[in-house]
């Protein structure tokens, strides 16, 4: 995988991410505010919510499956493109950036923000270890010169 593929899989990730946590947001926010009643508990200490199962409801819980989901395939879309960072840098003499990325997405596990600031450094800054093309794999171009007629 190339540097310029990883980031437009990460970016289309990225932007996956953030439509389905809004889209979910709002369905969450509009059946916690219209969807349901708040009744006190028995025991007097809060509140319970108690909702109404009509269609409102149900196409709040519907906005927030594909919102939820939308939001896991972006997530899953950007793991992707950091285990392809983590190979083409791995293919590199120098380690640096390799082991930069798989510390960044180690210490993600407990602070969230670390990955997304490693990838945005790498998409930056880093290098593109994917090999170049060796002259003879390179195609020459056809020839495009057209025949003479009758010649």
């Known amino acids: 995988m190339n540097k310029p593929l990883i980031t437009r899989i990460w970016l289309i990730g990225l932007i996956g991410l953030a439509v389905g946590l809004v889209v979910g947001g709002v369905g969450l926010g509009l059946m916690l505010a219209y969807g349901g009643q708040y009744t006190p508990t028995a025991a007097g200490t809060g509140y319970e919510f108690v909702p109404t199962l009509d269609a409102f409801f149900w196409t ?57 600031a490693t990838m945005v450094a790498y998409l930056i800054a880093g290098p593109d270890g994917s090999p170049a093309p060796s002259p003879r794999d390179v195609i020459p171009p056809a020839n495009l010169s057209t025949p003479a007629v009758g010649a």
């Not at 190979?87 to 990325?101: C, D, M």
């Open 60 to 116: 709040t819980i519907g906005a927030m499956i594909t919102g939820f989901g939308l939001a896991a395939a972006g997530a899953v879309t950007q793991f992707a493109a950091w285990i392809g960072a983590a190979v083409n840098t791995y293919q590199l003499e120098e380690k640096t950036w390799f082991w930069a990325l798989l510390a960044g997405g180690l210490l993600g596990l407990v602070w969230g923000i670390v990955p997304f």
